[in-house]
């Protein structure tokens, strides 16, 4: 069992910054990829991100790509999600989510999903 407990969504204008963490506990945190989906009103729950265990490779939806960068911190058990020149499409509940790999991750094959952290870009 694992457990994703997401933090630092908020109000923020078009233009601004975030950065999403989470934190995870239950398993050993760096034997599996993890990766971010958000969900807007009235859509479907869309990829985002992923990494890697190592953190050596990373995916993005294009949506994202040049704006948003995944990273993580295995000694801390936690990913991050660095968001930058937010749009208001932007705006969505984003959740943290584990797998086996990061491409796993983005064709949706995800095992265990955090509660979400809303993010709402202003314009």
């Known amino acids: 069992q694992v457990q994703l407990v997401e933090s630092g969504g908020g109000l923020v204008q078009a233009g601004g910054s975030l950065r999403l963490s989470c934190a995870a506990s239950?398993?050993?945190?760096?034997?599996?990829?993890m990766g971010w989906f958000r969900q807007a009103p009235g859509k479907e729950r869309e990829f985002v991100s992923a990494i890697s265990t190592s953190g050596a490779t990373t995916r993005y939806a294009d949506s994202v790509k040049g704006r948003f960068t995944v990273s993580r911190d295995n000694a801390k058990n936690t990913v991050y999600l660095q968001m930058n020149s937010l749009k208001p499409e932007d705006t969505a509940i984003y959740y943290c989510?584990?797998?086996?790999?990061?491409?796993?991750?983005?064709?949706?094959?995800?095992?265990?999903w955090g509660q979400g952290t809303q993010v709402t870009v202003s314009s």
């Open positions: 239950g398993r050993t945190f760096s034997s599996y990829a």
């Open positions: 989510t584990t797998g086996r790999a990061s491409a796993t991750i983005q064709r949706g094959l995800a095992d265990y």
